[in-house]
Protein backbone atom coordinates (compact mmCIF):
# COMPACT_ATOMS: atom_id res chain seq x y z
CA UNK A 1 0.00 0.00 0.00
CA UNK A 2 1.07 3.53 -0.81
CA UNK A 3 1.95 6.05 1.66
CA UNK A 4 -1.61 8.21 0.70
CA UNK A 5 -3.45 5.12 0.69
CA UNK A 6 -1.70 3.93 4.72
CA UNK A 7 -2.77 7.72 5.65
CA UNK A 8 -6.33 7.48 4.81
CA UNK A 9 -6.73 4.52 6.65
CA UNK A 10 -5.22 5.82 9.48
CA UNK A 11 -7.63 8.72 9.52
CA UNK A 12 -10.33 5.77 8.98
CA UNK A 13 -9.31 4.04 12.61
CA UNK A 14 -10.55 6.43 15.75
CA UNK A 15 -8.03 7.17 18.34
CA UNK A 16 -6.98 5.13 20.61
CA UNK A 17 -7.23 7.10 23.41
CA UNK A 18 -11.03 7.79 22.72
CA UNK A 19 -11.84 4.61 22.77
CA UNK A 20 -9.81 3.69 25.87
CA UNK A 21 -11.80 6.33 27.89
CA UNK A 22 -15.16 5.75 26.13
CA UNK A 23 -14.53 1.98 27.38
CA UNK A 24 -13.49 3.25 31.08
CA UNK A 25 -16.39 5.70 31.20
CA UNK A 26 -19.06 2.86 30.42
CA UNK A 27 -18.19 1.19 33.25
CA UNK A 28 -20.67 1.58 36.42
CA UNK A 29 -17.73 0.78 38.63
CA UNK A 30 -15.87 3.79 39.74
CA UNK A 31 -11.99 4.51 38.53
CA UNK A 32 -9.38 6.93 39.59
CA UNK A 33 -5.94 6.60 38.09
CA UNK A 34 -3.00 8.12 40.17
CA UNK A 35 0.28 8.85 38.97
CA UNK A 36 3.59 8.31 40.99
CA UNK A 37 3.42 11.37 43.08
CA UNK A 38 -0.52 10.10 44.15
CA UNK A 39 -1.78 12.99 41.74
CA UNK A 40 -4.96 11.80 39.52
CA UNK A 41 -4.63 11.35 35.95
CA UNK A 42 -7.99 9.73 34.98
CA UNK A 43 -11.11 9.23 36.51
CA UNK A 44 -14.56 7.76 34.60
CA UNK A 45 -17.94 9.06 34.38
CA UNK A 46 -18.81 7.13 37.46
CA UNK A 47 -15.73 8.80 39.56
CA UNK A 48 -17.31 12.70 38.70
CA UNK A 49 -20.79 11.77 39.49
CA UNK A 50 -19.96 10.11 42.84
CA UNK A 51 -17.74 13.18 43.73
CA UNK A 52 -20.10 15.70 42.47
CA UNK A 53 -22.63 14.07 44.79
CA UNK A 54 -21.09 14.02 47.99
CA UNK A 55 -18.56 16.08 50.04
CA UNK A 56 -16.60 19.03 49.04
CA UNK A 57 -13.55 16.77 49.44
CA UNK A 58 -14.42 14.12 46.87
CA UNK A 59 -15.36 17.17 44.56
CA UNK A 60 -11.48 18.19 44.77
CA UNK A 61 -10.88 14.86 43.46
CA UNK A 62 -10.59 15.57 40.21
CA UNK A 63 -8.03 15.27 36.84
CA UNK A 64 -4.91 17.14 38.12
CA UNK A 65 -5.50 17.03 42.02
CA UNK A 66 -3.49 14.90 43.95
CA UNK A 67 -5.48 12.54 45.81
CA UNK A 68 -3.16 11.93 48.88
CA UNK A 69 -3.06 15.50 49.29
CA UNK A 70 -6.99 15.02 49.70
CA UNK A 71 -7.14 12.09 51.98
CA UNK A 72 -4.67 13.84 54.30
CA UNK A 73 -6.37 16.83 54.95
CA UNK A 74 -9.65 14.86 55.53
CA UNK A 75 -7.61 12.51 57.82
CA UNK A 76 -6.33 16.10 59.85
CA UNK A 77 -9.25 17.34 59.65
CA UNK A 78 -12.28 14.56 60.75
CA UNK A 79 -8.97 11.75 62.18
CA UNK A 80 -10.37 9.35 60.08
CA UNK A 81 -9.06 6.33 60.37
CA UNK A 82 -10.12 4.03 57.50
CA UNK A 83 -8.87 7.08 55.10
CA UNK A 84 -5.69 6.91 57.12
CA UNK A 85 -5.47 3.45 56.35
CA UNK A 86 -6.17 3.59 52.54
CA UNK A 87 -3.87 6.64 52.35
CA UNK A 88 -1.27 4.72 53.74
CA UNK A 89 -1.78 1.90 51.70
CA UNK A 90 -1.98 3.55 48.07
CA UNK A 91 1.79 5.37 49.17
CA UNK A 92 2.59 1.71 49.98
CA UNK A 93 1.55 0.21 46.29
CA UNK A 94 3.36 3.21 44.81
CA UNK A 95 6.60 2.61 46.61
CA UNK A 96 6.13 -0.58 45.71
CA UNK A 97 6.27 -2.44 49.53
CA UNK A 98 3.12 -3.97 48.27
CA UNK A 99 2.10 -5.68 45.41
CA UNK A 100 -1.65 -4.29 46.23
CA UNK A 101 -3.86 -3.27 48.13
CA UNK A 102 -7.86 -4.19 49.06
CA UNK A 103 -10.23 -2.83 51.10
CA UNK A 104 -13.94 -2.56 51.26
CA UNK A 105 -15.55 0.91 53.54
CA UNK A 106 -18.27 2.73 54.29
CA UNK A 107 -18.55 5.62 52.40
CA UNK A 108 -21.81 7.00 52.32
CA UNK A 109 -23.39 9.98 50.66
CA UNK A 110 -26.17 12.18 52.11
CA UNK A 111 -28.52 10.01 50.66
CA UNK A 112 -27.42 6.52 50.53
CA UNK A 113 -25.46 3.88 52.99
CA UNK A 114 -22.76 2.74 50.78
CA UNK A 115 -19.66 0.56 50.76
CA UNK A 116 -16.67 1.11 48.31
CA UNK A 117 -14.52 -1.83 47.51
CA UNK A 118 -11.29 0.04 46.97
CA UNK A 119 -8.33 -1.88 44.81
CA UNK A 120 -5.21 -0.26 44.44
CA UNK A 121 -3.00 -1.97 42.13
CA UNK A 122 0.57 -0.84 39.99
CA UNK A 123 0.24 -0.30 36.39
CA UNK A 124 2.71 -0.11 33.49
CA UNK A 125 2.59 2.46 31.15
CA UNK A 126 4.37 3.06 28.22
CA UNK A 127 6.87 -0.07 29.29
CA UNK A 128 7.41 2.53 32.36
CA UNK A 129 5.95 1.45 35.62
CA UNK A 130 3.11 4.12 36.91
CA UNK A 131 5.25 4.85 40.34
Given at each position: ?D??????????????????????D?????????????RI?????????????????????????????V??????E????????V??????????????????????????????????????C??????
Open positions: MKTGQKRMEGALPDPEKIIRSAIGLGSHVCVLDGQGVLTNQSWKKFAAENGSELKASCEGANYLECDRVISNGEAGIQEAAAIRAVIAGSIPEFVSEYPCHSPELERWIILRATPSVQGRNMR
